[in-house]
């Protein structure tokens, strides 16, 4: 399971009706790379066959079966402080992060 905070779902909302492209709403995936060696990739998307679907106040949030091996437990928010705009993710699988916090290891 995943969860979206009701800040985030709302995010979603605004990225997805501003979307140039045929978006339905957010999509993460963990790739390689980073200082850890994993690190989190987001980017407005459809749903494709085989994605985990996670819906919160009528938002979408998209996740591939390999990056949920990753993700699964996952709370999803949005700040939108002084220090950094964005989505936030407090994930229960992370050992280890880099200093940088954009990468992380499982």
């Given at each position: ?6 800040t ?30 994993l ?8 749903e494709?066959k085989?994605?985990?679907?996670f ?28 220090t950094?705009?964005g989505?936030q ?18």
């Amino acid at each position: 399971m995943i969860s979206l905070s009701s800040t985030a779902a709302h995010k979603i909302q605004e990225f997805v009706a501003g979307s140039q492209e045929s978006a339905e709403g957010l999509r993460i995936k963990v790739i390689g790379g980073g200082c850890s060696g994993l690190q989190y990739k987001m980017e407005l998307d459809e749903e494709r066959k085989g994605d985990k679907v996670f819906e919160e106040d009528g938002a979408k949030l998209f996740v591939d079966r390999k990056s949920y091996l990753y993700l699964n437990g996952t709370e999803v928010d949005y700040s939108d402080g002084l220090t950094g705009a964005g989505f936030q993710l407090t994930n229960p699988n992370v050992t280890r992060t880099c200093g940088c916090g954009q990468s992380f290891l499982v």
